[in-house]
């Protein structure tokens, strides 16, 4: 019991170790949209359910879920992708938003945004429709944005973490999002990451990038090793056969259909050993979901076989062989194949093989759920795979990370997210290490940003009135937090408001402001100060990051030479348009205007004493 105990410590500090990573994630951003109904009756024209809609979810999918995990989990997650100009577009950036995700996508007007819409009735998924053509690709002019926006995110990443080279995560699933120049930009630029993790339908076309760490599903590892020949064999072990089927394998379950280019194996454009060559120019790139007859991948109903891109790897030779055995004999190969110092082949409900440098394969397990349970879940496996990676955790305690990661995340029907808390919860560790409240004294800040600093954590500081809280201010401090490890959040007196904002202000007393941001998840801790500018709280503090509210550049913000003198950054951070307090406050004055209020009842309702008869007369 001792042992367990200390074994989820270790793990829990490579969870706490990771915290404000710099993560840089590319690729494929989806949106995933699940409409859940009842149905209880056939309709008359055919043999079809009638379905009554009761609610529907829009959640961030591919890169984007990564993205969302990377943050969730404690990591700094910057997401690149293009997003079409349409309404899943701007969902998807509500999605990210709400993450505390860097939203640094590219808009590309007239190239929708790919959606995965499932239809539920009693939790099972009835059909799921998807949009977004995958054949029209980004033109000239997309790439080219694509590309400064890969460029400026490295940078800005690497200055938001004081030098240190990010961590790279590429999700490729064939939807249109890395044309040949995006990839052989990042196997170019390979050297500005630390750790490069992908994850790829073709894992063929990413030769060339040398990454720390390959996450192929079991159909996806079949395809490369089809698609190399098949000329190697493992040393020991089972003896292993490829032939290739006579006719079109059919599909297999959903979750197991995987895109690939069209065409020919391309066998002899593929080495069979690695090469640190770049991907040819001319070679066409993935195109998402499979031709008919290309691209399939299914495992038979014994369990014995796997077809995939005119290939069958058949295991009947071996009495009782499973897709563990046949993924733990092939790793060398896959590790040959793809250039990377681990490759983790992941099987579903079955849990994973992972084989790093020593030889030595590793496996892990899940449990098994319905299908509509685990979508993501590969997601939430790559992130903290990477997460892990990133802060050199060595490779057993990656593995453990990363499938726990997965597995607590398949409780229920949705996209897959697996946040630190709940990470940390499974572990039977505190999410939080500090007993400080959320309200603290001026004369407290200093003991607790010590402490704080002391474990490793960043420091983001914000300041405002914040007198009747909304949505936008809301919005505001999410983003803010997910900036760095802790969010302090000074609030204006009543007395400092009022030479701000005229003597009709503050609406809601200091105690009452300071309390709600105090309740909000993303706030740490909430200080009160009396002066008009918090410059001497800024000196205290000495954040990592000054946040602002705002549409105007850094350099406008008075307190940012202070900031920057004290070797901090400033950042400024868009409002929710139409959302602010002075909006509130005139709509409540326009309606007040509007009604005839009974002389009688207002005497009564003032009745209580001065603070409500105070809010009154403001109102």
Same mark, same amino acid.
């Given at each position: 019991m001792a042992g367990a105990a200390a074994e989820q410590r270790r793990l829990a500090t490579v969870v706490e170790s990771w915290l404000g990573r710099p993560v840089l994630i590319v690729g494929d951003a989806m949106l995933d949209e699940w409409r859940f109904a009842d149905s209880d009756r056939l309709c008359r024209e055919a043999p079809a359910p009638v379905l009554t809609l009761r609610r529907r979810i829009s959640?961030?999918?591919?890169?984007?879920?990564? +993205?969302?995990n990377v943050a969730t989990l404690g990591g700094r997650a910057v997401l690149v992708a293009p997003v079409g100009a349409d309404v899943a577009g701007d969902e998807l950036h509500d999605c990210l938003d709400r993450a505390g995700v860097w939203d640094r996508t590219v808009n590309q007007p007239g190239r929708p945004t790919p959606v995965k819409r499932r239809m539920l009735a009693g939790n099972q998924i009835l059909l799921r429709e998807d949009s977004g053509d995958p054949d029209d690709a980004l033109d000239p002019e997309g790439v080219t944005r694509l590309l400064t926006a890969l460029d400026c995110a490295t940078e800005e990443l690497r200055a938001a973490a004081g030098g240190e080279a990010p961590t790279l995560v590429v999700c490729d699933y064939g939807l249109g999002a890395l044309p040949a120049p995006v990839r052989a930009w990042l196997v170019e630029q390979r050297e500005r990451y630390a750790t490069v993790a992908l994850d790829a339908h073709d894992l063929a076309d990413w030769r060339g990038l040398? $990454?720390?760490?390959?996450? =192929? %599903?079991?159909?996806?590892?079949? &395809?490369?090793? +089809? &698609? +190399?020949?098949? /000329?190697? &064999? $493992?040393?020991?072990?089972?003896?292993?056969?490829?032939?290739? =089927? #006579?006719?079109? $394998? %059919? #599909?297999? =379950? %959903?979750?197991m259909t995987v895109g690939a280019a069209p065409g020919e194996a391309r066998t002899d454009d593929v080495p069979a050993e690695p090469t640190l060559e770049s991907p040819r120019a001319d070679r066409p790139g993935p195109v998402g979901e499979p031709t008919p007859g290309e691209g399939r991948v299914a495992l038979t109903g014994d369990g014995l076989s796997v077809t995939g891109t005119g290939v069958t790897v058949n295991t009947q030779a071996g009495e009782g062989v499973d897709r563990a055995v046949l993924a733990e004999s092939r790793l060398a190969e896959l590790r040959a194949?793809?250039?990377? #110092?681990?490759?983790?082949?992941?099987? #579903? /409900?079955?849990?994973?093989v992972v084989g790093g440098a020593d030889g030595e394969p590793r496996r892990s397990h899940s449990t098994p759920v319905p299908a509509s349970h685990a979508v993501g879940a590969g997601d939430a496996y790559l992130a903290a795979m990477t997460l892990a990676l990133a802060a050199e955790a060595p490779l057993p305690t990656a593995a453990q990370l990363a499938q726990l990661a997965a597995t607590i995340t398949v409780s229920d029907t949705g996209t897959c997210v697996c946040r630190r808390e709940d990470l940390l919860t499974a572990l039977n560790q505190p999410s939080e290490t500090t007993s400080h409240p959320a309200l603290v004294g001026s004369d407290e800040l200093d003991a607790i940003v010590a402490e704080y600093r002391e474990a490793g954590r960043s420091v983001v500081f914000t300041n405002g009135c914040f007198d009747v809280l909304h949505r936008g201010h809301v919005r505001y401090l999410e983003q803010a937090r997910a900036l760095g490890d802790l969010l302090i959040v000074a609030v204006n007196s009543d007395g400092s408001v009022r030479r701000l904002k005229g003597p009709d202000r503050p609406v809601n007393p200091v105690e009452d402001r300071g309390a709600l941001l105090a309740a909000l998840a993303c706030v740490d801790h909430v200080v009160v100060f009396e002066e008009d500018s918090p410059a001497a709280l800024i000196e205290a503090v000495r954040p990592d990051i000054y946040v602002k509210g705002g549409d105007y550049p850094p350099e406008l913000v008075p307190e940012a030479p202070l900031v920057r003198r004290l070797g901090g950054q400033v950042r400024t951070l868009g409002y929710v348009p139409d959302r602010s307090t002075s909006a509130i406050i005139e709509r409540i004055r326009s309606h007040s205007k509007d009604r005839e209020p009974d002389p009688s009842a207002y005497a009564k309702d003032r009745e209580p004493g001065p603070s409500l008869s105070t809010r009154t007369q403001t109102s």
């Open positions: 959640a961030a999918g591919g890169a984007a879920n990564t +993205a969302v040398a $990454p720390t760490v390959v996450t =192929p %599903s079991f159909a996806e590892a079949t &395809r490369l090793l +089809a &698609r +190399a020949g098949g /000329t190697t &064999r $493992p040393a020991a072990g089972t003896e292993l056969h490829l032939e290739h =089927p #006579d006719g079109d $394998p %059919s #599909d297999g =379950p %959903s979750e194949h793809t250039g990377a #110092d681990v490759v983790a082949v992941t099987l #579903d /409900t079955e849990g994973a």
